[in-house]
């Protein structure tokens, strides 16, 4: 699904009555999101999931096929774990 359909599906399942609604309603969501992720908050959707901030450490490794060796330095990444109900929403889908 690409953001224009996803964009149609929350008009749809908001009740919104333009695709700006839903669009605006999208970019809200995702920035309080990330705004949170950027200063190490956490979000928690009861039922969808949560979303943190991790501290990546300092890794180094070598380039198959070669003698080269590389150090990818440490870093914060987003992670997502999803919660109960959106497990089992996908898990009866797939059936």
């Known amino acids: 699904m ?4 996803f964009v149609e599906l929350v ?3 908001g009740n919104y009555t ?3 609604q839903a669009d605006k309603a999208i970019k809200s969501v995702t920035e309080a999101i ?3 992720l ?3 908050e956490s979000v928690a959707l009861m039922g969808f999931g949560t979303f ?10 070598t380039v198959p096929g070669t ?3 590389y150090t990818k330095a440490a870093h914060t990444a987003p992670k997502f774990k999803a919660g ?8 009866k889908a797939s059936i």
Request: glycine fraction near 2%.
């Open 67 to 69: 003698d080269k060796t």
């Open 52 to 61: 943190t901030a991790v501290d990546v450490p300092e890794k180094s490794g």
């Open 2 to 5: 690409n953001k224009q359909e």
């Open 84 to 91: 109960q109900t959106l497990k089992d929403s996908v898990a």
């Open 18 to 20: 333009t695709k700006t």
């Open 34 to 36: 990330t705004n949170a």
């Open 11 to 13: 008009q749809s399942v």
């Open 38 to 40: 950027a200063t190490k």
